[in-house]
């Protein structure tokens, strides 16, 4: 049994707030063989610099970048090791002071909090965070072995090297543990592949059916082929700044709160703890889930939940100062890797206590429109179409969601996402059935970053300044 001393629950307090200013992105492909990496990441950089209607010109604002935090999940993919000094090189920003992060699947929500730290501490005022993936120059099979070697090579690696069968068992636990229709998580296909259809970014956009996703291939049973996410190509950044400088760019800063938290890579292996609580629950209103884990020969969090994400989220909704998540936020971008890490994330960060997270999803409450009520949901999830239907080139993906929710509060969804020439510059054209997923009147979202099965992970929330 885990025991936190008071130390441990510390809730991080930054010197000064950090905001975060300009997104950057390209679209998302299976294959990019006419762009080298850095082309990629010259793109985001330039959409960060152009198109986000800053009040200083483009190398104006390059000449304010302090520092740069680079992520990347594997050199592997591309066969060049230290790829962030090459990027860096690219960009033009030698010879200023730049890392590299890898924490695997939440790299991109990791580079975010490392960028943060820079801001926060005083080592910059203004810092690049900019992530990619180049998963084209390998097989399929070969990128999912690379990916497969982020869990534990003495455990997981007996399940095949491939992560939705270390989902698997996750899921079927999950469904045994809580009563969950496999319809539940169909219905998170569903809703975040029809998202990705109104986003010129996106790679796997789609108007499917919960019928038509359980009647799928089975990749690793109960996970089926429209339930998992695909290995993508492309870059994403954002750009971070002290207060000071921030309003002196532009007009409508997002001011940013992150932290992580982690856990073991060895998911039948977690040691339990007791559940630390979020600002609006109780241990009485966890009684009840205590016996109910007793009788099954079950544990916090066992496979049902994820440590890393609840001990984020213990941080950041703190640090933000949110009482209750479900109340005060007004979208949400999970880690969507697989639609059952989806819906465990839910209970992780609060919008639903343990044990109810299908309510969050057939309430109708994570639509941008309550299917049921017709009225705005509660918090949408995944606006951005998530990992299963837009990306997940994995060191930008944190990244990118971040820079959406940043988006959403600004009032940009349309600008990005609804210009007919956003989608041609891509190859696309704009669905004649487009539609605004623009959020009304928002303050305040969340991006999770996510690790493997929940070894790393990084809660953000942005809010409207």
């Known amino acids: 049994m885990i025991e936190f001393a008071p130390g441990n629950l510390r809730i991080p307090k930054w010197t000064r707030p950090v905001y975060m200013v300009a997104a950057g992105t390209t679209d998302f492909r299976k294959r990019y063989p006419e762009k080298k990496l850095e082309e990629l990441t010259m793109m985001a950089f330039r959409m960060l610099l152009e198109e986000n209607d800053l009040k200083m010109d483009p190398l104006e604002v390059k000449g304010h970048i302090n520092f740069a935090c680079y992520g990347e999940f594997a050199d592997h993919f591309q066969d060049q090791l230290l790829c962030e000094a090459k990027v860096h090189d690219y960009l033009g920003l030698d010879p200023l002071g730049n890392v590299g992060i890898k924490t695997g699947g939440a790299t991109g929500g990791s580079t975010l909090l490392m960028g943060a730290t820079t801001i926060a501490s005083g080592l910059a005022d203004c810092s690049l965070v900019l992530g990619w993936e180049r998963m084209d120059e390998v097989t399929t099979w070969t990128g999912n072995y690379y990916i497969a070697t982020a869990a534990c090579k003495d455990f997981e690696t007996r399940l095949g090297r491939v992560y939705a069968s270390y989902y698997a068992p996750m899921a079927r636990r999950f469904q045994e543990m809580y009563q969950v229709d496999e319809r539940v998580r169909a219905e998170i296909a569903v809703r975040n592949r029809l998202n990705a259809y109104y986003s010129p970014f996106s790679q796997q956009p789609g108007k499917h059916t919960v019928e038509e996703v359980l009647k799928g291939d089975i990749l690793s049973d109960p996970l089926r082929f429209l339930e998992c996410c695909a290995m993508s190509v492309g870059s ?37 703890m007791r559940i630390p609580l979020l600002p609006h629950e109780t241990e009485e209103g966890y009684r009840e889930l205590y016996q109910q884990m007793e009788k099954q020969d079950g544990r916090w969090p066992g496979f049902e939940s994820f440590g890393a994400t609840r001990f ?111 989608w041609s510059r891509y190859g696309k054209k704009k669905p004649a059935d487009w539609k605004s997923l623009q959020v009304k009147n928002p303050k305040k979202g969340m991006a999770i970053s996510h690790a493997g099965v929940g070894s790393h992970v990084t809660v953000a929330v942005l809010e409207k300044a």
């Open 312 to 422: 984020a989220a213990y941080q950041t909704l703190r640090m933000a100062g949110i009482q209750n998540p479900l109340n005060e936020l007004d979208l949400v971008e999970t880690h969507d890797a697989f639609t059952i890490s989806d819906l465990q994330t839910y209970g992780d960060v609060g919008l639903t206590l343990y044990g109810q997270e299908q309510s969050y999803v057939t309430s109708g409450e994570s639509y941008l429109v309550n299917p049921k009520t017709g009225k705005p949901g509660k918090c949408p999830a995944n606006l951005s179409g998530g990992l299963l239907g837009t990306m997940h080139a994995v060191g930008a993906t944190g990244i990118f969601q971040a820079g959406e929710v940043m988006w959403q509060l600004q009032g940009k969804y349309d600008k990005f996402h609804g210009d007919p020439k956003m």
């Open 236 to 272: 994403a950044g954002v750009l971070l700044c002290s207060e000071e400088l921030a309003y002196k760019m532009t007009d409508h800063p997002v001011r940013l709160y992150i932290a992580g938290g982690s856990h073991t890579l060895r998911t039948g292996d977690r040691r339990p």
